[in-house]
């Protein structure tokens, strides 16, 4: 079936630091592939998305593209701040419905 | 817009009762879906609802059901709490379904089975 496999946190970095967190996932068809991010005590927000291969989906400083050959989707910053500290999810949906599969999460930790 | 609603944020029940939890989704968005979030399991799909009708269903059991309302707002009943079921519950809304369009996700409802 359909999943979602990534890195494991927790990630501790320094300001300014540059920030990978793995995903790679399994599907049929050509799912579309979603990073969301969630602060302590809230839901989750999207922070980017692709729906097709070698698409890249980008938001506040935040980059991911969709690797179909290797399928990945794996997330990138070039300089994290403190504010970036969250819980980040790598998330795919098939498109055949609106169930999501959700990655385990990566906890991130940007010390000052 | 105003964003997905969840009522209540905070809920506190026994070992066998029963509880109902709403949400209201962006406005015109007609798909809404559930999700149960635990640290040991993460985040698992409940099932989801588009126009009334339920669409697609996770591995839960029976005891966990839901609906939807002419104007989109859903609600999830779970019967027979079970100390397992302590969880935030999360909701989110889309515009469609099956389009791969992005769900937009409330605050969630955290529920304390005691």
């Known amino acids: 079936g359909d999943s979602v496999t990534q890195m494991e946190g927790p990630v501790t970095l320094s300001e300014e630091a540059f920030l990978t967190i793995n995903c790679t996932y399994t599907?049929?068809?050509?799912?579309?592939l979603f990073w969301y991010v969630q602060y302590p005590g809230e839901g989750l927000q999207l922070l980017l998305k692709?729906?097709?291969?070698?698409d890249k989906g980008s938001n506040k400083g935040f980059e991911a593209t969709y690797r179909k050959e290797t399928t990945s989707f794996h997330l990138e910053k070039g300089s994290v701040q403190v504010s970036d500290s969250a819980v980040y999810f790598c998330a795919l949906t098939p498109n055949t419905g609106n169930q999501f599969y959700f990655g385990t999460g990566t906890s991130l930790t940007v010390i000052p | 817009k105003a964003g997905v609603t969840q009522t209540p944020r905070y809920l506190i029940k026994t070992r066998g009762q029963q509880v109902t939890l709403s949400c209201s989704p962006i406005?015109?968005?007609?798909?809404v879906s559930w999700y149960q979030q635990t640290p040991g399991q993460g985040l698992q799909f409940l099932f989801e609802?588009?126009?009334?009708?339920?669409?697609n269903k996770g591995n839960f059991p029976g005891r966990f059901s839901g609906r939807q309302f002419s104007n989109s707002r859903s609600e999830m009943n779970v019967s027979t709490l079970e100390l397992g079921d302590s969880a935030l519950y999360l909701c989110?809304?889309?515009?469609?379904?099956?389009?791969?369009?992005?769900?937009?996700f409330g605050p969630g409802t955290r529920l304390t089975v005691t």
């Open positions: 989110a809304s889309s515009w469609r379904s099956g389009t791969g369009d992005e769900q937009y």
């Open positions: 406005s015109g968005h007609r798909s």
């Open positions: 692709a729906t097709k291969a070698d």
């Open positions: 609802y588009f126009s009334e009708t339920q669409r």
């Open positions: 599907a049929t068809g050509y799912p579309s």
